[in-house]
């Protein structure tokens, strides 16, 4: 008896085993890896139309580096939030927002509107006045 349960042990740990090993393979058809975007925001420096690449000027100011971004057919284009073209957002000076796999990007979005004077500071942020909201004046300030 102790064989047998021996031997039905063994037989499942190798079927266990082939499931596992199988679950690993590589995707069939050739199907790609699903990559997440990277996220890159700059200034457009210049734009090449016919190479379909623009340089991203990234980083801070005394610690800045060029990027070459790669655009397709497949790229997504926003300005102000609004569905947009390359022409109006691959405009020299603009901010922009990229996200890209392997420098190929997918998605470029642009925001040229400053927010409307007057605007609300949501929770947290401070109004212009330098105060958030429920601080208490200081010393010698009127309310």
Known sequence: MYRFSALVLAVLGLFVLAANVS?????????????KPAMATGVVKSVDTVASTFVLTVGKEGKTKDITVTVNAETAYWLDAEKSTMELVLVVGHKVKVAHVDGVASKVMAITKEKPKGEKPKDGEKPKDGKKKGDKPAAGENM
């Not at 050739?30 to 990559?35: D, S, W, Y």
């Open 23 to 35: 679950a690993v393979e590589a995707p069939a058809g050739g199907e790609k890896e699903v990559t």
